[in-house]
């Protein structure tokens, strides 16, 4: 918890003024729909002084308050509501602070055991009583064996929350829940135990007549069992999506080092990162993580930046230069002098952006939740004025509570608790298959309003490695001789400019010859001996033929990195290198403009490389040489001027504004920070992907809200009917069913996407 105090006022202010307000966040337990984050936000924000907003996909409050306003007061009003709530806990500095996985929380690893249990005993419960050939006798009493600990046991987080909101004077999809799976299992009590239903030889007819003399001997035991147990499965699936907020943050984290190399009285010492401090000396070796953001003191190499920027081109440092936490040393030996330490390091930072983005996050919008406060009590209200209107007419308590448990029945909101999760399930997977990952319900929403799509270069358009793009060979100068003898020298380095030449001269030019007497010139190039030749690569010639200055001033017009070449004295040619842009990026742009998307290139890469890479593939607005912090910023921009922006990015560096866009798109192939932080993970790393995603999340998204206007228009269509005796309770389970099927079957033609 974090907690910020605003200076006192000066003594012209104001009384409204003249206390000081503090920000305080809360853990907020027992939530269970997005009008339960509704009404704890109400009951803080009725206290004098105080400012709440609560975000249930979180489950975190975040509250200003007055000083006289005490914590102890904040989680007292939240208790009384009918919540539980506490402080967070204080980060610990190493990694194990972060959250667990999803699946090692215990509260859904209880909520999947009690899935799993309830669906097993419920499956033989429906389908005897839905097929009237498999019963046999006595298999009501086995039903009610199988029905009563789903109902009891299972429905128990349901039913404990309905007595939760009737004792606060409201209602959810929990009191639903509760009273139409009670009452059914009630009916079913009573129709064994008092009725004939508990005879030997009994059987369970599947009829459409209407008969009000035969509710003593009939159940519903299938309507309870299976009712819970496919409100089950929506919860489960909801609540796996909501864990997933602390793992972009757990991404994040990980990349540090646990471990660093310190120089104390000119000894190393080997150290857990979290006792470092500013001013001590580390030292870094080739392919380590540098532990901690500093300054190069000894030593030159060229720094992999790519985890953390997602820039390929790498870094060359020497001493004097800043280096980043969570980077990786690919060169030779450096002496890094510590400059900022745990929560002030770069790393931290974005991982604090993140996290801020993240609760800033629109709340889901559930419009079963919003519609049962006031759908539930009506139901209610309808099924005791049928009760008493029937027995007041007829004088027949069997008819009139057959009347009225079709009432609770018919209204049961089974076809609701479906309608986004089955629709879900089918949208997920076929986005599976063609390499997309939706992560949740609120995805969908923000993919129907999106009209700007922000892409992040390096990863994305182009393929994140530096590849071999152009050889230009000076007269008299064979090509494949040229090739031959730069990649033989740059194939002893490690610089991935190097690797890259080194690996396009032997796709070229064949088998390279070994080279010898290398020699790294730090920040210049690299010279040696190849075929008793003496061969220099790099920035390591002054004057060049007025043919290859033109050639290597248009490879850098066009973003790309010139290598001159020479042997024996003589400049040779001239290679163009650079971060290639993928063979799709073209198309996956003219696809995402049909979708009335208009694209933006955002990259931290320098303007004359972006600019050549956005006249490649047809994007017209261009935003460069930002720095990984200010991409959230230029997110919030673009939102502060009305648009409802999509952003697609691969690194760390990506997932604040990942986070912070209205829908965040995670190329798979980048780093697990960006995937985690985004709203649909594009498995392939294929931008091509991105329009299918958004489609897809649109198509999800009209089946469910296809599946919600069925669920609630049927309920509303079959109440009067079942009020009016038109359906006896057999037939209203049929008629719910019927409804569950059919939902089912809506969200199974999403599996026909292509």
């Given at each position: 918890?974090?907690?910020?105090?605003t200076?006192?006022?000066?003594?012209?202010?104001?009384p409204?003024?003249?206390?000081?307000?503090?920000?305080?966040?809360?853990l907020?337990?027992?939530?269970?729909?997005?009008?339960?984050?509704?009404?704890?936000?109400?009951?803080?924000?009725?206290?004098?002084g105080?400012?709440?907003t609560?975000?249930?996909?979180?489950?975190?409050?975040?509250?200003?308050?007055?000083?006289?306003?005490?914590?102890a007061?904040l989680?007292?009003?939240?208790?009384?509501?009918g919540?539980t709530?506490?402080?967070p806990?204080?980060?610990?500095?190493?990694?194990?602070?972060?959250p667990?996985?999803?699946?090692?929380?215990?509260?859904?690893?209880?909520?999947?055991?009690?899935?799993?249990?309830?669906a097993?005993?419920?499956?033989p419960?429906?389908l005897?009583?839905?097929i009237?050939?498999?019963?046999?006798?006595?298999?009501?009493w086995?039903s009610?064996?199988?029905?009563?600990?789903?109902?009891?046991?299972?429905?128990?987080?349901f039913?404990?929350?309905?007595?939760?909101?009737?004792?606060?004077?409201?209602?959810?999809?929990?009191?639903?829940?509760?009273?139409?799976?009670?009452?059914?299992?009630?009916?079913?009590?009573?129709?064994?135990?008092?009725?004939?239903?508990?005879?030997?030889?009994?059987r369970?007819?599947?009829e459409l007549?209407?008969?009000?003399?035969?509710?003593?001997?009939?159940?519903?035991?299938?309507?309870?069992?299976?009712?819970?147990a496919?409100?089950?499965?929506?919860?489960?699936?909801?609540?796996?999506?909501?864990?997933?907020?602390?793992?972009?943050?757990?991404?994040?984290?990980?990349?540090g080092?646990?471990d660093?190399?310190?120089?104390?009285?000119?000894?190393?010492?080997?150290i857990?990162?979290?006792?470092?401090?500013?001013?001590?000396r580390?030292?870094?070796?080739?392919?380590?993580?540098?532990?901690?953001?500093?300054?190069?003191v000894?030593?030159?190499?060229?720094?992999?930046?790519?985890m953390?920027?997602?820039e390929?081109?790498?870094?060359?440092?020497?001493?004097?230069?800043?280096?980043t936490?969570?980077?990786?040393n690919?060169?030779g030996?450096?002496?890094?002098?510590?400059?900022?330490?745990?929560?002030?390091?770069?790393?931290?930072r974005?991982?604090?952006?993140?996290?801020?983005?993240?609760?800033?996050?629109?709340?889901?919008?559930?419009?079963?939740?919003?519609?049962?406060?006031?759908f539930?009590?009506?139901?209610?209200?309808?099924?005791?004025?049928?009760?008493?209107?029937?027995?007041?007419?007829?004088?027949?308590?069997?008819?009139?509570?057959?009347?009225?448990?079709?009432?609770?029945?018919?209204?049961?909101?089974?076809?609701?608790?479906?309608?986004?999760?089955?629709a879900?399930?089918?949208?997920?997977?076929?986005?599976?298959?063609?390499?997309?990952l939706?992560?949740?319900?609120?995805?969908?929403?923000?993919?129907?309003?999106?009209?700007?799509?922000?892409?992040?270069?390096?990863?994305?358009?182009?393929?994140?490695?530096?590849?071999?793009?152009?050889?230009?060979?000076?007269?008299?100068?064979d090509?494949?001789?040229?090739?031959?003898?730069?990649?033989?020298?740059?194939?002893?380095?490690?610089?991935?400019?190097?690797?890259?030449?080194?690996?396009?001269?032997?796709?070229?030019?064949?088998?390279?010859?070994?080279?010898?007497?290398?020699?790294?010139?730090?920040?210049?190039?690299v010279?040696?001996?190849?075929?008793?030749?003496?061969?220099?690569?790099?920035?390591?010639?002054?004057?060049?033929?007025?043919?290859?200055?033109r050639?290597?001033?248009?490879?850098?017009?066009?973003?790309?990195?010139?290598?001159?070449?020479g042997?024996?004295?003589?400049v040779?040619?001239?290679?163009?290198?650079?971060?290639?842009?993928?063979?799709?990026?073209?198309?996956?742009?003219?696809?995402?403009?049909?979708?009335?998307?208009?694209?933006?290139?955002?990259t931290g890469?320098?303007?004359?490389?972006?600019?050549?890479?956005?006249?490649?593939?047809?994007?017209?607005?261009?935003?460069?040489e930002?720095?990984?912090?200010?991409?959230?910023?230029?997110?919030?921009?673009?939102?502060?001027?009305?648009?409802?922006?999509?952003?697609?990015?691969?690194?760390?560096?990506?997932?604040?504004?990942?986070?912070?866009?209205?829908?965040?798109?995670a190329?798979g192939t980048?780093?697990?920070?960006?995937?985690?932080?985004?709203?649909?993970?594009?498995?392939?790393?294929?931008?091509r992907?991105?329009?299918?995603?958004?489609?897809?999340?649109?198509?999800?998204?009209?089946?469910?809200?296809?599946?919600?206007?069925w669920?609630?228009?049927?309920?509303?269509?079959?109440?009067p009917l079942?009020?009016g005796?038109?359906?006896?309770?057999?037939?209203?389970g049929?008629a719910?069913?019927?409804?569950?099927?059919?939902v089912?079957?809506?969200?199974?033609?999403?599996?026909?996407?292509?």
């Amino acid at each position: 918890m974090s907690s910020t105090t605003t200076p006192a006022p000066t003594a012209a202010a104001k009384p409204s003024e003249a206390s000081a307000t503090s920000e305080v966040e809360l853990l907020i337990g027992g939530m269970t729909c997005a009008s339960c984050a509704a009404r704890v936000e109400k009951k803080l924000n009725r206290m004098d002084g105080v400012t709440a907003t609560v975000n249930y996909a979180t489950e975190k409050a975040r509250i200003s308050h007055p000083a006289e306003v005490e914590v102890a007061d904040l989680i007292a009003t939240v208790v009384r509501t009918g919540y539980t709530a506490e402080e967070p806990a204080p980060p610990a500095p190493t990694a194990e602070a972060v959250p667990a996985e999803p699946s090692a929380h215990p509260e859904l690893s209880a909520l999947r055991h009690r899935l799993l249990v309830c669906a097993v005993l419920a499956a033989p419960v429906v389908l005897p009583a839905m097929i009237p050939a498999l019963q046999f006798d006595n298999w009501q009493w086995l039903s009610l064996t199988l029905a009563a600990p789903v109902v009891v046991w299972g429905g128990l987080p349901f039913h404990r929350a309905a007595w939760t909101n009737l004792r606060h004077g409201a209602a959810t999809m929990d009191t639903l829940v509760s009273v139409g799976t009670l009452a059914a299992f009630g009916w079913s009590l009573w129709a064994l135990f008092l009725g004939d239903a508990g005879m030997p030889g009994m059987r369970h007819p599947f009829e459409l007549t209407v008969s009000r003399a035969d509710g003593a001997s009939t159940i519903y035991l299938e309507v309870a069992a299976g009712v819970t147990a496919f409100i089950l499965l929506g919860r489960y699936l909801e609540a796996r999506s909501k864990r997933r907020a602390g793992a972009a943050l757990r991404a994040l984290m990980e990349l540090g080092t646990k471990d660093v190399t310190v120089l104390r009285e000119g000894r190393e010492n080997r150290i857990p990162v979290d006792r470092l401090a500013v001013g001590d000396r580390f030292v870094v070796r080739p392919g380590e993580k540098i532990a901690t953001d500093g300054t190069v003191v000894e030593g030159a190499s060229a720094v992999d930046v790519s985890m953390l920027t997602g820039e390929s081109v790498p870094l060359d440092v020497g001493p004097g230069d800043a280096v980043t936490g969570a980077t990786v040393n690919a060169g030779g030996r450096l002496v890094v002098e510590a400059t900022r330490i745990g929560a002030d390091t770069r790393l931290a930072r974005m991982a604090r952006l993140v996290e801020d983005a993240q609760s800033g996050k629109a709340e889901v919008q559930r419009l079963a939740d919003r519609v049962a406060a006031v759908f539930v009590p009506v139901v209610l209200l309808i099924a005791a004025a049928t009760f008493g209107a029937w027995l007041g007419l007829t004088g027949d308590t069997v008819a009139a509570f057959t009347a009225a448990v079709a009432v609770l029945i018919i209204a049961c909101p089974c076809a609701l608790g479906l309608a986004t999760p089955t629709a879900l399930m089918v949208g997920t997977g076929r986005g599976a298959q063609l390499g997309i990952l939706i992560k949740g319900p609120e995805v969908l929403e923000n993919t129907r309003r999106v009209d700007t799509v922000v892409l992040d270069k390096t990863g994305t358009v182009t393929t994140g490695r530096m590849t071999l793009q152009e050889v230009y060979a000076a007269e008299g100068t064979d090509e494949r001789e040229l090739l031959r003898l730069a990649g033989a020298l740059e194939h002893a380095s490690e610089h991935p400019v190097a690797r890259a030449v080194a690996a396009g001269a032997e796709e070229r030019a064949g088998r390279l010859p070994p080279a010898e007497h290398f020699e790294n010139v730090p920040g210049r190039g690299v010279r040696g001996r190849v075929e008793s030749h003496e061969v220099a690569v790099g920035r390591l010639f002054d004057d060049l033929p007025p043919d290859l200055a033109r050639a290597r001033d248009e490879a850098e017009r066009r973003g790309r990195t010139a290598v001159v070449v020479g042997w024996d004295g003589a400049v040779r040619g001239v290679l163009a290198v650079a971060d290639a842009v993928r063979e799709t990026s073209a198309e996956a742009v003219r696809e995402l403009r049909a979708l009335g998307l208009a694209p933006v290139l955002l990259t931290g890469d320098n303007r004359t490389v972006a600019e050549a890479v956005a006249a490649e593939v047809g994007i017209d607005e261009v935003v460069a040489e930002v720095l990984p912090e200010d991409k959230v910023a230029v997110v919030k921009r673009l939102q502060a001027e009305g648009r409802v922006v999509a952003m697609v990015g691969d690194g760390v560096n990506d997932a604040a504004a990942l986070a912070t866009a209205d829908l965040g798109l995670a190329m798979g192939t980048g780093t697990d920070a960006a995937i985690e932080a985004g709203d649909l993970t594009l498995v392939r790393g294929d931008l091509r992907v991105a329009a299918d995603a958004i489609r897809l999340s649109r198509r999800t998204l009209a089946t469910i809200k296809g599946n919600l206007v069925w669920a609630f228009g049927y309920n509303v269509a079959a109440l009067p009917l079942a009020a009016g005796g038109l359906l006896n309770p057999m037939l209203a389970g049929a008629a719910m069913a019927f409804s569950s099927v059919f939902v089912v079957t809506n969200s199974l033609r999403l599996r026909t996407f292509r």
